[in-house]
């Protein structure tokens, strides 16, 4: 009996923390309609957008040129090397751009947003917000949720073009000529292939901002609290990243 009640209170916790993400972002859109802090969202769009852009640019070169360099060697082989660029494009503007960006963005920004709010929490500044009659809801969740809401499709679109760029370069060592890579681009890629994974990006930032704030708003008090509150807002990112996206490439891909 006692292994069945430690399984059921996982799962009673695992379904309330879910619960708890859905109530906040019904908060945060109910809160949409005041006129949001545009000070602090543009604020949080640099530190949070702007401030990722080289780390994702950096992981999306080298993912192109690794992938190129795994498939160029065997298409070459089987006399495919026509289709290195659309085959490698569709994946990286289908999977690899949202989903490293997505992750990028919830190593650094995730827990920059759960570090900062868990803080304010420990510190008993949202309490101090709340008696100046101010929604905690409104003043911090909104404007990390509108940042990364418009962020994370903006640094998708930077990734997708510098690895389709280190994709190029790297098939240019393997004798494919610009020419070729492009001419496979337009024939095999379409404009859903894109837009897809641009909407992944919308919901992958819309997760990592509840996920960030809600750990943040719910941590424990003390040092120790804030620090669990962070991993934990890293690894359930990560994790509803990969989930999401299993099931948007099936509704979106099918």
């Not at 190593?107 to 920059?112: F, K, N």
């Not at 009659?133 to 809401?149: E, G, I, Q």
Request: proline share 3%.
């Amino acid at each position: 009996m006692p292994i069945f009640e430690k399984i059921g209170k996982k799962v009673l916790d695992f379904f309330s923390v879910c619960g708890g993400f859905v109530i906040l972002f019904w908060q945060a859109l109910t809160q949409l309609k005041k006129k949001p802090h545009f000070n602090n969202t543009f604020k949080q769009m640099s530190h949070l957008g702007v401030d990722t852009l080289p780390i994702v640019l950096l992981t999306m070169l080298f993912t192109g040129i690794v992938l190129t360099m795994q498939t160029a060697t065997e298409f070459i082989r089987f006399g495919a090397q026509s289709t290195i660029g659309g085959v490698v494009t569709i994946a990286v503007c289908r999977e690899l751009g949202p989903v490293l960006t997505g992750v990028v963005a919830a190593g650094r920004v995730g827990a920059a947003i759960t570090a900062e709010i868990s803080t304010m929490k420990v510190t008993e500044q949202i309490d101090a917000l709340r008696v100046m009659a101010v929604n905690p809801v409104h003043y911090l969740v909104v404007p990390r949720l509108l940042s990364c809401l418009l962020m994370l499709p903006l640094l998708t679109v930077f990734g997708d073009v510098i690895g389709i760029i280190g994709s190029a370069v790297m098939a240019s060592y393997y004798g494919v000529s610009n020419f070729t890579y492009m001419q496979s681009i337009n024939t095999f890629v379409v404009v859903h292939d894109f837009t897809g994974g641009l909407i992944k990006a919308v919901v992958f930032g819309i997760v990592i901002a509840i996920i960030g704030c809600y750990y943040g708003l719910n941590a424990d008090n003390g040092a120790a609290g804030v620090g669990k509150s962070t991993t934990q807002s890293v690894v359930g990112a990560i994790i509803a990243i990969f989930f999401l996206n299993c099931f948007l490439s099936l509704i979106l891909y099918r």
